[in-house]
């Protein structure tokens, strides 16, 4: 197994505090990370010690205002620490993303008073999130979600089967969507739901062929009671925050596929350089220096694809289809590559002694989740063809 320290990625980031940022997340991801992820991934193990040291060193909310406790930090830098914490540990680096994603309503269409009440203990309190859009019979097709929530005096009644939620079962609090009117998207709201709401039960989670460690759970709500004030926005604007959440969660989901496939670029290279055939290292065969330099290059190509795209949110300008493309770009890259990578370590890449097919089983889900690549093509031709089609 090969255990040399990947080299660092020469990032471009805006200021020194950002650098400072990144040298601290390498730090973390290199001392509390990289080392225990084959373990715990083996052993399906949820590191929610390692969350809990992430929201104390202010790293789950980063993106977000720092008057609620968050980090101010812009996409571009928020993206490349995602890139680190998922080469570490893709279970990590896609938590965080997902916690992001969770607090992005009530960070943006929640009322200052929920603001003052629940973002703080969200962004840097220690709590963990998890987004509730997906149901058993509503995947691509989220508008036709079934869960409902039915106005009682002050309350809502929130009874329903969320699907495929990421931390089901072990969040603190949930971003729930669910049907308050009539069919369709617009006939939908959003919740903030707490953990321990009454009503509330997680199902065992998904057997899944990766990302062991991260708990994906069917979530039954039965009567759950929640109040008034926790809903987020206005009734039937629910689909509206969630697709505004899937924009940025989707370069989210791009930036950690990218870290994927960093992991795997260095751990192809550092055995390419390390093992001999033929009287030479492996990496002096042109066949696989080919292969090596299409891995780098997609690479790159991913992140400047996603940053470009961070650019524009963090310049206030529309940045859908470039989240779209970004996403769709990464994912299928870190699939490519990861594949190659274990081709390239051959017999040894395709056992558990080295995480190259790990990596690769990893990269798979990236593909599918938060909109799957056949959807980010949709969305994409849907942009061009203009805002009439379909
Ligand atoms: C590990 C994991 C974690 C997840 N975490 C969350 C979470 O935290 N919260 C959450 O809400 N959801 C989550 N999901 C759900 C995920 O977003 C859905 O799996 C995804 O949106 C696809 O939905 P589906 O699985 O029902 O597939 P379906 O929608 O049934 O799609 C099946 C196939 O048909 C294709 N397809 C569907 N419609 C079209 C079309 N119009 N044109 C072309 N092809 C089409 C799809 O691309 C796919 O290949 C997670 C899923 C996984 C696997």
């Not at 991934?41 to 010690?49: H, L």
């Not at 990861?338 to 995480?355: E, S």
Request: hydrophobic share 45%.
């Amino acid at each position: 197994m090969t255990d040399r320290a990947p080299q660092p990625v020469d990032r471009q980031l805006p200021t020194e505090e950002s650098r400072d940022l990144l040298a601290l997340v390498r730090e973390i991801a290199q001392r509390e990370i990289r080392p225990v992820a084959a373990d715990e991934e083996d052993a399906g193990k949820f590191p929610r010690a390692i969350f809990t040291l992430l929201s104390e060193a202010g790293l789950l909310g980063l993106p977000y205002a720092g008057e609620h406790g968050g980090g101010e930090q812009p996409y571009e830098v928020y993206l490349q620490v995602l890139e680190e914490l998922a080469a570490a540990r893709l279970t990590v680096g896609l938590g965080v993303s997902v916690h992001s994603l969770a607090c992005h309503g009530l960070a943006g269409y929640g009322t200052e008073e929920q603001q003052k009440a629940h973002l703080p203990a969200m962004l840097g309190g220690g709590l963990l999130g998890a987004y509730c859009l997906s149901e058993p019979a509503s995947g691509s097709d989220a508008a036709s979600l079934t869960t409902k929530a039915v106005r009682e005096g002050d309350d809502w009644i929130i009874t329903g089967t969320k699907a495929w939620i990421t931390h089901g079962g072990v969040a603190d609090f949930y971003t729930v969507l669910a049907r308050t009117g009539g069919e369709g998207p617009k006939g939908i709201t959003a919740f903030l739901v707490p953990g321990d709401a009454q009503g509330l039960t997680a199902a065992v989670p998904e057997k899944k062929m990766g990302m062991k460690g991260s708990p994906t759970a069917q979530l039954h709500f039965d009567g759950v009671r929640v109040p008034d004030t926790r809903r987020i926005g206005e009734e039937g604007q629910g689909f509206t925050i969630a697709l505004a959440a899937l924009d940025a969660g989707r370069l989210g989901i791009a930036a950690c596929a990218i870290g994927v496939a960093q992991a795997a670029l260095d751990e192809a290279l550092t055995y390419a350089l390390d093992r001999k055939q033929f009287g030479h290292p492996i990496a002096d065969f042109q066949g696989l220096r080919f292969m090596l330099a299409d891995m780098a290059t997609k690479i790159e190509a991913g992140r400047a694809l996603y940053l470009a795209a961070a650019r524009l949110r963090d310049a206030g300008k529309p940045f859908s289809r470039q989240a779209a493309m970004a996403k769709l770009f990464c994912t299928d890259a870190a699939m490519a590559v990861t594949t190659d990578a274990v081709q390239i370590l051959g017999g040894y890449g395709y056992t558990a002694d080295f995480p190259v097919e790990r990596l690769m089983r990893e990269a798979k889900v990236l593909q599918i989740v938060e909109g799957t690549n056949q959807i980010q093509r949709m969305v994409i031709a849907r942009h061009l063809a203009g805002p009439e089609s379909h």
